[in-house]
Nanobody, 121 residues
Framework: QVQLVESGGALVQPGGSLRLSCVAS????????MGWYRQAPGKQRELVAG???????NYTDSVKGRFTISRDNAKKTVYLQMNSLKPEDTALYYC???????????????WGQGTLVTVSS
């Protein structure tokens, strides 16, 4: 089995910073694209940022210049550094990764359980 476990969510004041982490574990052969999604109450889940195995990144417009996604392939970990946080960043943040398991040929999408980020004074 494969697991994605997020950490780092917290309550933070507007203008503050947080760093989210997501570690992949299990019988993993390889990891392709990794990313962070978020879902605010009453809204659809949206892509926040993604990063390929080669390090290419993409961001949703609302977080450009404030959030930075990175990964450590050796540690099978993806990070999301969030600066200048705003109340509208409040959401449950999910880790997503395309993972190929040992003994399998295809990369399949996996999700973490989510970590809550609340931005409020």
């Amino acid at each position: 089995q494969v697991q994605l476990v997020e950490s780092g969510g917290a309550l933070v004041q507007p203008g503050g910073s947080l760093r989210l982490s997501c570690v992949a574990s299990g019988n993993i052969f390889g990891i392709n694209t990794m990313g962070w999604y978020r879902q605010a109450p009453g809204k659809q889940r949206e892509l926040v940022a993604g990063i390929t195995s080669g390090g290419s990144t993409n961001y949703t417009d609302s977080v450009k210049g404030r959030f930075t996604i990175s990964r450590d392939n050796a540690k099978k970990t993806v990070y999301l550094q969030m600066n200048s946080l705003k109340p509208e960043d409040t959401a449950l943040y999910y880790c997503n990764a395309e993972i190929r398991r040992l003994g399998y040929l295809r990369y399949l999408e996996h999700w973490g359980q989510g970590t809550l980020v609340t931005v409020s004074s």
